[in-house]
T-cell receptor, first 118, second 113 residues
Framework: GESVGLHLPTLSVQEGDNSIINCAYS??????FIWYKQESGKGPQFIID?????DKRQGQRVTVLLNKTVKHLSLQIAATQPGDSAVYFC?????????????????FGQGTILTVHP | NAGVTQTPKFRVLKTGQSMTLLCAQD?????MYWYRQDPGMGLRLIHY???????AKGEVPDGYNVSRLKKQNFLLGLESAAPSQTSVYFC????????????FGQGTRLTVV
């Protein structure tokens, strides 16, 4: 079935390094993507989003890249800090359901565990 | 603003018992969602609501019921709990369903023994 998945389930980096977390999606109809960060014992927290008419979007220390040709999404974190340690999820919004009504249901990937070592 | 608040935060149920999880949001959002999160998996949508008085099934609706009597509240019910429903449950809301971020609550850890 259609799904959103991640290439790397775990990622360990040193403090100050740049981190790249990848995500593959299979539904070419998806038109909106979000990255969430989830710390232990907490709910997912919005990091950054991107619409399908863009291929890059930057936030504070984070950049999301979207490659629609290969259906690939990545999250880049610059100068990674110990506080960035968390599970990162990509999610896709498929927009329109079979009935033609857009309810914006998010489909989440498996998640990548990012560990930042001091 | 409190955002999205879930109660309770933890609960242990015996098989066959029933319970209701409450989600409240103070952001005047139209859309509300219930997800479950199991180890090693992403969040899976149980039910959702596009407005007061409306509900719809998500990806894994069996064994759950929901109600949205008030815009700010979205209740998730388990009529007869099963061990397979042991999970962490997250409620979320969004201002509109399409192309907008969802705000999540802190989660409810439910164990069914």
């Amino acid at each position: 079935g259609e799904s959103v998945g991640l290439h790397l389930p775990t990622l360990s980096v040193q403090e100050g390094d740049n981190s790249i977390i990848n995500c593959a999606y299979s539904n070419s109809a998806s038109d909106y993507f979000i990255w969430y960060k989830q710390e232990s014992g907490k709910g997912p927290q919005f990091i950054i989003d991107i619409r399908s008419n863009m291929d890059k979007r930057q936030g504070q220390r984070v950049t999301v890249l979207l490659n629609k040709t290969v259906k690939h999404l990545s999250l880049q974190i610059a100068a990674t800090q110990p506080g960035d340690s968390a599970v990162y999820f990509c999610a896709e919004n498929r927009g329109t359901n079979a009935g033609g009504t857009s309810y914006g249901k998010l489909t989440f990937g498996q998640g990548t565990i990012l560990t930042v070592h001091p | 603003n409190a955002g999205v608040t879930q109660t309770p935060k933890f609960r242990v149920l015996k098989t066959g018992q029933s319970m209701t999880l409450l989600c409240a949001q103070d952001m005047n959002h139209e859309y509300m969602y219930w997800y479950r999160q199991d180890p090693g998996m992403g969040l899976r949508l149980i039910h959702y609501s596009v407005g007061e008085g409306t509900t719809a099934k998500g990806e894994v609706p069996d064994g759950y019921n929901v109600s949205r009597l008030k815009k700010q509240n979205f209740l998730l019910g388990l009529e007869s709990a099963a061990p397979s429903q042991t999970s962490v449950y997250f409620c979320a809301s969004s201002i509109q369903g399409l192309n907008t971020e969802a705000f999540f609550g802190q989660g409810t850890r439910l164990t069914v023994v």
